[in-house]
Every structure is written in structure tokens, then in C-alpha cells.
């Protein structure tokens, strides 16, 4: 059973930082693309950054020298840092993997304050 268990959200400053962390119940992990979404309210939840399990990573334009994607395959758990944020990084950011169908943690609030 899969599972992604998110943690490391909270409330900061315009210009601050955080450190996202994901969790995962995955049989071969090192091997799998993992990723970011995000969702503000009232839209869209988009992609924020992916890493392969080879490390490639990709990022949206939104958040390119911002954010940065880690993993560390001996405790199945990737990182999302997040630095010089800005109040619209608000959202529910959430962990990803598709394994025959997309799995979805279960978010964690991210709030950026002006």
C-alpha cells in the first residue's frame, strides 16, 4: 500500500523559508520520479517540482531559483526547500507519485504572510 505522509508546513514571513518533507511507503523508491503540487484556494493544483530517481530535477517558472528538490533514498523521503517566499506561495502543498495511478499525500498548509 502506498502511502505519502507531508509535514514541515506553517506560517512565515514574506522573504522566509521552509522545509517540506514527504515520506514514503514505496516498494523500490530510489527508483521513482517523486514530486510537488501545490493548491491555492479557489484554484488549480499545479506541479512545483519533480526529481527522477536518478536526481533530475524540474521546477515551474514560479518557483525556478526559489525552491529546491531533494531525496534522500536511504529514508524514502523527499524535501521540497522553499526560500525567499512570497505570500502567493500560499497553498496545500502536497507529495506525489505515479505508480499506475497518481497517489497524493495528504497536504500540508503552507502560509505566507505580507
Known amino acids: 500500500q502506498v502511502q505519502l505522509v507531508e509535514s514541515g508546513g506553517g506560517l512565515v514571513q514574506a522573504g522566509g523559508s521552509l522545509r517540506l518533507s514527504c515520506a514514503a511507503s514505496?516498494?523500490?523508491?530510489?527508483?521513482?520520479?517523486m514530486g510537488w503540487y501545490r493548491q491555492a484556494p479557489g484554484k488549480q493544483r499545479e506541479l512545483v517540482a519533480t526529481?527522477?530517481?536518478?536526481?533530475?530535477?524540474s521546477y515551474a517558472d514560479s518557483v525556478k531559483g526559489r525552491f529546491s528538490i531533494s531525496r534522500d533514498n536511504a529514508k524514502n523521503t523527499v524535501f521540497l526547500q522553499m526560500n525567499s517566499l512570497k505570500p502567493e506561495d500560499t497553498a496545500v502543498y502536497y507529495c506525489?507519485?505515479?505508480?499506475?495511478?497518481?497517489?497524493w499525500g495528504q497536504g500540508t498548509q503552507v502560509t505566507v504572510s505580507s
Open positions: 514505496v516498494s523500490f523508491f530510489s527508483l521513482k520520479t
Open positions: 526529481i527522477t530517481g536518478g536526481g533530475t530535477t
Open positions: 506525489y507519485i505515479y505508480l499506475l495511478r497518481d497517489y
